[in-house]
């Protein structure tokens, strides 16, 4: 396997030097189960993320692209190697606050309206509750949803609550972006506003977004692109930051 490099130029500084790596796996491996059940998710893989970049991981169903990503925000553990996070903490804490998780399948609370939804995270993290609530209609705002406010996750169709859930992304300000198969349930026009929502939340915060996805319309988007194969990175492509 051909070991990832570091992707992406800070976007800011016009291509000159390095980018800030942001995380790194080495060594990697996601093993479920043990003996004869035992499922290898992901096989030594190394990698890293740099700020700036615009990264789709593709890659068919089983190939490890979502535990990949789980283990990029500190959601999962690896069996073997490890995770570090240079440019967002100076611990070995995962920096749970720089990084935004936006999900393939329904994320929003049932009993939370969307304004409450978007916020909850800032209250969880410890914000002061008209603070979080400020900090949420603005995120909406920005995407566009300020006439969603009020509406419980029910009253939403798919593309609008992942618009929601990013824009909950944007509320937290993370450096971070990633967004698991974001599109999958959508028809191709509403996963296009997806991603365009996703690309603009991205450039908005100066952060990295790393896509995994099965639809090569949404992999051509982005500047770089990962392919996995049975847990392992098989091919890396890059294209000049536009």
Known sequence: MRAAPRLGRDQTDAGTGEAELL????????????????????RGVTCS???????????????????????????????????????LTRRSLVPV????????GPSLIPALNVEENVALPLVLAGHDDDQARASARSALALMGLSDLTDKQP????????????VAR??????????????????????????????????????????????DMAVADRMTARWQMHEGSIHSVTESELR
Do not use: C, N
Not at 52 to 74: I, W
């Open 97 to 104: 606050h720089s990084i935004g998780m936006v999900f393939q």
């Open 23 to 42: 995380v790194r796996l080495d060594g990697v491996e996601r093993t479920y189960g043990s003996g004869a059940a035992a499922v290898a998710a992901l």
């Open 169 to 214: 992304v944007l509320a937290s300000r993370p450096r971070l972006i990633l967004a698991d198969e974001p599109t999958g349930h959508l028809d191709a026009a509403k996963g296009a506003q997806v991603v365009d929502v996703l690309l603009a939340a991205a450039d908005e915060l100066s952060a990295a977004l790393v896509i995994s996805t099965h």
């Open 49 to 87: 993320v740099s700020a700036g970049v615009r990264l789709a991981v593709t890659g068919p169903s089983g190939s490890g692209k979502s535990t990949l990503l789980q283990l990029m925000a500190g959601l999962d553990e690896p069996t073997a190697g490890s995770v570090s996070w240079p440019g």
């Open 154 to 165: 029910e009253e939403l169709s798919g593309g609008q609550s992942q618009r929601v859930a």
